[in-house]
């Protein structure tokens, strides 16, 4: 997956499955990369105690691992109506709002 792609794949997620648009929220935030040792913007999707997160495995976490793993830093949460609003809003196609 290319840099910035989480951010489409999660807003695609987003608007195509019904159950996650209704019980789960965008996450924009950071994650650290401990091979370069570096923070990442990334995006990713909490819905209850899961994470799915399309740059992952099979794409679901338990979100307390999650967490852990990434050492997660949560910034911004978008429900389905805040994201399309923020993407025709700012009309920068899928990066960090």
Known sequence: MKPSQCYE??????????????EGVIVHGKV???Q???WI???WIEM???VIDPTI???MIRKPLYYKTFNAKPEKQYTQ???VRQAFKF???FVKW
Not at 12 to 17: K, P
Request: no cysteine; hydrophobic share 30%; proline share 3%.
């Open 9 to 22: 794949e999660t807003f695609n997620i987003m608007m195509n499955d019904d159950i996650v648009a209704r």
């Open 32 to 34: 650290h990369d401990p």
């Open 36 to 38: 370069t040792d570096k």
């Open 41 to 43: 913007d990334h995006a």
């Open 48 to 50: 209850g105690t899961m």
């Open 57 to 59: 495995g099979d794409g």
């Open 81 to 83: 109506l805040e994201a």
């Open 91 to 93: 009309k920068k196609g």
